[in-house]
């Protein structure tokens, strides 16, 4: 009785690991999240997941000025681009001043291991 007991709970357990492993893959990777912020024209903002090491630490940060209504990517203009560093116990980025006036967001792309994320659309002034 103890064998079968023994052999159920380590198949649980490997069907555990296995499944929390997939749902990463199967969603797209882990979850990303961008902010942004706008003091005058100096944009910067954070980068943060529940696996920060793989999907916050040196992670590519892409800046757009809004054209329209809504955040298209593939539309916008890319005004600058900086790697999430950690800072304290936060990862940040920063394109320093941009010198541009208008709306702005900041998106993480997608990587192997990590969702891509777009932050709220901002305004500079």
Do not use: H
Not at 33 to 48: P, Q, R
Request: charged share 25%.
């Amino acid at each position: 009785m103890r064998t079968i007991m023994r052999s159920i709970v380590a198949t649980l357990a490997a069907f555990s690991v296995l499944s929390i492993a997939g749902m990463a893959s199967a969603g797209g990777g882990f979850a990303t999240t961008v902010t942004i912020k706008a003091e005058g024209t100096d944009l910067s903002g954070t980068v943060d997941s529940p696996r920060p090491l793989k999907c916050a630490k040196d992670r590519k940060i892409v800046v757009y000025k809004q054209k329209g209504r809504e955040q298209r990517p593939s539309r916008d203009r890319k005004i600058g681009m900086d790697t999430a560093s950690l800072n304290g116990d936060r990862y940040e980025w920063s394109t320093g001043n941009t010198g541009i006036d208008g709306k702005f967001y900041a998106r993480a792309p997608k990587t192997s291991q990590c969702q891509a994320d777009n932050s709220r659309t901002v305004r500079t002034n």
